[in-house]
Every structure is written in structure tokens, then in C-alpha cells.
């Protein structure tokens, strides 16, 4: 009586406290953006764009959910800001052709006016270059990826739906597949070497597709909340940190325990450890309850030599500051988790 009355109130406490805190092995946060503009919960994903001149100069995009699009520069100024309306996620490829545009595009899901909206991205300067509209009400979650020579843009609902749309032009795009889960979804992405998408059904887990010839291929699991790997709901944003073709990690937001899960990218992927984005020199702040993240393995100068993990932090300090997102060096990350290569 006594164990399990002391068992109980641990619980509780856990409970009250909304987190369970295991330790975890941690990696601390360089840097991070200004807070965005928007009071509450606000900033949601960034994407990396790569400056294959000068890749000290890369960019990252990160949506304001209630306003627009910030481009920042990895030293976490902003650059840019586009009053485009209600961005949720955005993504993007680069060094693609799509009929007469040749490039590098983005796209993020408007919840303003219910469409995808298109961004060419030149040396550096985001525009927006058209918008479609999402054949269901509120685009929630988003991906890009690159299949059979064509651009796919992945919408992922709240009814459980997630839609490929062919993108026909730097400005529109077309409804070519359809696949339905039990509940939310919102994170997603697109494995382009192998023809796979990621998604995470937030209360669930994660799942994966094969999607090739415009079409996607079963639904099987990955892994689910509230199993051996100790992910916790809500799944959030994701993205491959891609080594070569074949070789590289799938990297989650675990947002319920404020934890990152990575998982061999390839085979069946293993679990192979959690993380979190703790507080690093200078007065930054770690990063909870993350809503999307990017992940790239290119070396990005002299701070990200082994590549840059950008987070949405839900809790930015000081305490009642606006989101952000904080910038954190991969090789911690590699050092927190010790990674296969
Ligand atoms: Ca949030
Ligand atoms: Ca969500
Ligand atoms: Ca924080
Ligand atoms: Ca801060």
C-alpha cells in the first residue's frame, strides 16, 4: 500500500507537471531567430535553404502561423518577412524543373485563404509565386518531395487525409493521390532517394508510404506513442538528415515530452535514440514543446560543419517572450546520441 500510495502520488505529480522528465542525453541550442511577431502560440516550421555559392549564407524559412514568412540568416537575423497570411508548415526543394521554371521552390500551407502558396526562392530572395487551392478546408501540415522527375506537394489534414498535389508550374498544382489514417496528422516528409513519405498522426505515432508513379503504396507503421521508444503525443514535425542516397536519420518531434526521437532512415527504422535541445552559452534558451523542425546534413560554414538542426520552441525565454526558433549544431546532436554512421 504504502509503494504504491508513494507510486501514485509520483504519477500525479508527473501528471500535474503534463511531462514525465526522464533524463535524456541532450544537445544545447546555438543560437536562435528573433521571436516572431505574433503573440501565443505562433512560430511553427522552418525550412533550410542551402546557398550553393556560399553555404555560410544559407537561409531558413520559418512560418509565422498567424501572419507569414520569415527568412532568416544562420545568424538568426531576419532578412525577410512576407505578410502572405496564415503559413502553418513550409518546405522546399532545390535545382528542380517543373515545365518552364527552373529552380528552387517552396511551399507552405496558407490557412488564410485554404491554399498551398508557391515561393521561388533566387539567391536568396523568397517570392511568392502563385498559390492553389487545397481540395480540403484547412491545409494543416506540408512536404515537399521530388518522385519520377516531378514535384510533389503533401498536404496532410486534420481529417486524417493527406493529398499529393503535382505541381504543374511554379504557381499551381494539381491533386494526382489521396491516402486516409485514423486521426490528425500534420508532420511530414518526403525521403526522395527512396521513395518513401513520413507521416505523423499526432496522437498516434509515426507512419510511412511508399509513393511512386504519382501514387502512394501501403501504410505501415514506424512507430507508435507510448511505446519502447517513449515518443510522446503530439508527433510533430520531422525531417531526414540525408548522409548519401541511402544512409541518414529520421529526426521527430516527440512535442508531448519536449524530446527530439531519431531512427535510422533506412530498413525498418530503428530507434536509435532521444534528445533534447537544452540551453547553450550566451543566454539561449533550449527548446519545448516543438512543433517543426528541418534538418540538414550540408555543411553550412564555419558554426554547422557537420550540418544545422533548426526547432520551433514553444517556450522561449525569458519567460512571456514570443516563439522563436533555435539553431543547433548537429554535431552535438551526433555527440548527445553517439550516431551510426
Ligand atoms: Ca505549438
Ligand atoms: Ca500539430
Ligand atoms: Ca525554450
Ligand atoms: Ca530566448
Redesign the pocket.
Known amino acids: 500500500m504504502r509503494i504504491a500510495a508513494v507510486l501514485s502520488i509520483a504519477l500525479l505529480a508527473a501528471a500535474c507537471a503534463g511531462v514525465p522528465f526522464e533524463p535524456l542525453p541532450e544537445a544545447p541550442a546555438l543560437r536562435e531567430t528573433p521571436a516572431v511577431g505574433s503573440p501565443n502560440d505562433a512560430a511553427d516550421d522552418p525550412a533550410i535553404w542551402i546557398d550553393r555559392a556560399d553555404s555560410a549564407r544559407s537561409l531558413i524559412l520559418g512560418t509565422d502561423k498567424q501572419a507569414g514568412l520569415y527568412v532568416y540568416g544562420l545568424d538568426g537575423a531576419v532578412k525577410d518577412f512576407l505578410a502572405v497570411g496564415a503559413l502553418n508548415n513550409v518546405d522546399l526543394r532545390q535545382d528542380v524543373t517543373i515545365g518552364a521554371f527552373a529552380g528552387d521552390i517552396a511551399a507552405a500551407s496558407n490557412r488564410s485563404d485554404n491554399t498551398v502558396t508557391l515561393f521561388t526562392i533566387d539567391k536568396g530572395k523568397v517570392t511568392k509565386s502563385g498559390a492553389f487551392a487545397s481540395a480540403i478546408v484547412e491545409p494543416y501540415g506540408l512536404c515537399l518531395g521530388v518522385s519520377g522527375g516531378k514535384i510533389y506537394v503533401f498536404v496532410a489534414y486534420k481529417t486524417g487525409d493527406l493529398i499529393a498535389y503535382e505541381l504543374s508550374g511554379a504557381g499551381a498544382g494539381v491533386e494526382a493521390a489521396r491516402l486516409k489514417l485514423a486521426s490528425q496528422l ?1 508532420g511530414c516528409v518526403h525521403d526522395d532517394d527512396a521513395g518513401v513519405l513520413f507521416i505523423g498522426e ?1 496522437g498516434r505515432g509515426v507512419w510511412k508510404a511508399g509513393f511512386a508513379n504519382g501514387a502512394f503504396d501501403a501504410t505501415t507503421p514506424v512507430d507508435a506513442v507510448r511505446g519502447p521508444s517513449g515518443i510522446h503525443a ?1 508527433i ?1 514535425g520531422m525531417a531526414i538528415y540525408r548522409l548519401d542516397e541511402t544512409r541518414g536519420y529520421l529526426v521527430v518531434s516527440s512535442q508531448g515530452d519536449d524530446s527530439y526521437a531519431v531512427y535510422d532512415r533506412a530498413g525498418d527504422n530503428r530507434f536509435l535514440g532521444r534528445f533534447r535541445i537544452v540551453a547553450g552559452a550566451g543566454g539561449v534558451d533550449g527548446a519545448q514543446e516543438t ?1 517543426g523542425l528541418d534538418v540538414t546534413a550540408a555543411a553550412l560554414g564555419p558554426d554547422f560543419p557537420a550540418g544545422l538542426l533548426v526547432a520551433q520552441d514553444g517556450f522561449n525565454d525569458p519567460k512571456g517572450s514570443k516563439q522563436n526558433f533555435k539553431l543547433v549544431d548537429w554535431r552535438r546532436v551526433n555527440a548527445a546520441l553517439a550516431l551510426p554512421k
Do not use: G
Request: aromatic content about 0%; hydrophobic content about 0%; overall charge negative.
Open positions: 500534420e499526432e503530439d510533430e512543433d
